[in-house]
């Protein structure tokens, strides 16, 4: 990464600059061992995306980055759940379910969840951002910059990207913290399709951000005004209990 991309990532996703860092649907019953999705749960274990987003989960933490887990859940009488697409009706005859309040819908290991999280389950859709409160917590908390992280890369995670940009957010992608199935779709989707609105970096290069000394006077702060420009692509390629849960039905 060159100088002046690094500086303008570095200027994006400052701790004190409004980011936040979003993860989608990490949960257990996704991505954990006994994943209703086992080949999609692979493909997070083995390419190294759930460890880049437990790293970056713990840098958040310690550099005082707001964390928000979206996860996806439905009642187990399915009331209110969405039956209008392939999806949602195999996604029903699953073995594993991820019924509300079960283990199968906290966050999955190895990933660490702090008090000051927040944990925001959906029962409905496909976007962890349209017809949920993230976006009206992310206003809350001033948040300019959002660090979309997390599964699969086929359906949710580009949704979030997606939403996240017509809402006028800047949105910033590490590509080794996503996954999807099969595993050559998730780069091929990225360099095609999600480097045409996010920044793409690495976990590597989001860390370096957040250790680098902070630079003095700066323009411009942490307010809740949204709508910076989209960048352009940078550089290469526990419990969910624990947090404050927001629930919509």
Known sequence: ???????????WIRPDGGVVLLTVECQRGVV?????????ATAARSSGALRNVARLVAAA????VQVIH?????????RGANTNARLFRAAARLPVQQHSGSTAVRIAEPIEVADEDIVVRRLHGLSPLAGTD????????GCRTLIVTGVSANVAVPNAVFDAVNLGYTVVVPGDAIAGVPADYTPAMIRNTLALVATITTTDEVLGCWKAPRRTGREGSAGTA????VGRPVGGSADGSAGGAVSRS
């Open 61 to 64: 933490h310690g550099a005082d």
């Open 32 to 40: 954990g061992p006994e994943s209703a999705l086992p080949e999609l």
């Open 226 to 229: 949204v709508g910076r420009p």
């Open 1 to 11: 990464m060159g100088e002046s991309a690094k500086e303008r990532l570095g200027e």
């Open 134 to 141: 993230v976006d009206a917590l992310l206003r809350n908390l």
């Open 70 to 78: 979206a996860v996806a859940e439905r009642r187990p009488d399915g």
